[in-house]
T-cell receptor, first 113, second 116 residues
Framework: EAGVVQSPRYKIIEKKQPVAFWCNPISGHNTLYWYRQNLGQGPELLIRYENEEAVDDSQLPKDRFSAERLKGVDSTLKIQPAELGDSAVYLC???????????FGSGTRLTVV | AQSVTQLDSQVPVFEEAPVELRCNYSSSVSVYLFWYVQYPNQGLQLLLKYLSGSTLVKGINGFEAEFNKSQTSFHLRKPSVHISDTAEYFCAVSDISSGSARQLTFGSGTQLTVLP
């Protein structure tokens, strides 16, 4: 079975520019997560979806970050405008509802210059 | 809320030697415990998980971990490491009482470097 697919793998943008990341979860996985991993640290949750509903976005910086999961399948995470401190790896993961342990994608490494 | 402390940021070890990566957690409720591995420029891969039952959990690639409730620890071990085990290892917890909200809280990671 195909794993969690993320694109692009790498992105370099100038500060104040917009950027978007895309995630395709494992087929049938109701729950989708976006995590941010700063250099030398563990991942931190940004937002969690149950189907198309964002059920936990308390740690998403809403002034510049937005996310959507249309039709409860693919998801897009957007940053506008990007800041230098947004440089990180953005990881998408999915699981069955109530599942224990996710499947992670390979991530998108964002560099803001 | 939970927190995870990985006591060693870097662990160098020679090939075929045993290794232990330490993980301690703090939580006011019961938790599930996980170990993930991250190879360079890749996502995280689940190594093993403790949900209930036997406190000794066996995972992939010859790794195992032991849950110690009294010491709130979940240390990862391997009796003989290979060069290919070089990677970053993350310990994580989730709150049993959160129902379907299986949010993972991660430690800061331990870089395991296996030397020839």
């Amino acid at each position: 079975e195909a794993g969690v697919v993320q694109s692009p793998r790498y992105k370099i943008i100038e500060k104040k520019q917009p950027v978007a990341f895309w995630c395709n979860p494992i087929s049938g996985h109701n729950t989708l997560y976006w995590y941010r991993q700063n250099l030398g640290q563990g991942p931190e949750l940004l937002i969690r979806y149950e189907n198309e509903e964002a059920v936990d976005d308390s740690q998403l910086p809403k002034d510049r970050f937005s996310a959507e999961r249309l039709k409860g399948v693919d998801s897009t995470l957007k940053i506008q405008p990007a800041e230098l401190g947004d440089s990180a790896v953005y990881l998408c993961a999915s699981s069955l509802r109530g599942g224990h342990g996710y499947t992670f994608g390979s991530g998108t490494r964002l560099t803001v210059v | 809320a939970q927190s995870v402390t990985q006591l060693d940021s870097q662990v160098p070890v020679f090939e075929e030697a045993p290794v232990e990566l330490r993980c301690n957690y703090s939580s006011s409720v019961s938790v599930y415990l996980f170990w993930y591995v991250q190879y360079p420029n890749q996502g995280l891969q689940l190594l093993l998980k403790y949900l209930s039952g036997s406190t000794l959990v066996k995972g992939i690639n010859g790794f195992e971990a032991e849950f110690n409730k009294s010491q709130t620890s979940f240390h990862l071990r391997k009796p003989s490491v290979h060069i290919s085990d070089t990677a970053e290892y993350f310990c994580a917890v989730s709150d049993i009482s959160s129902g379907s909200a299986r949010q993972l809280t991660f430690g800061s990671g331990t870089q395991l470097t296996v030397l020839p």
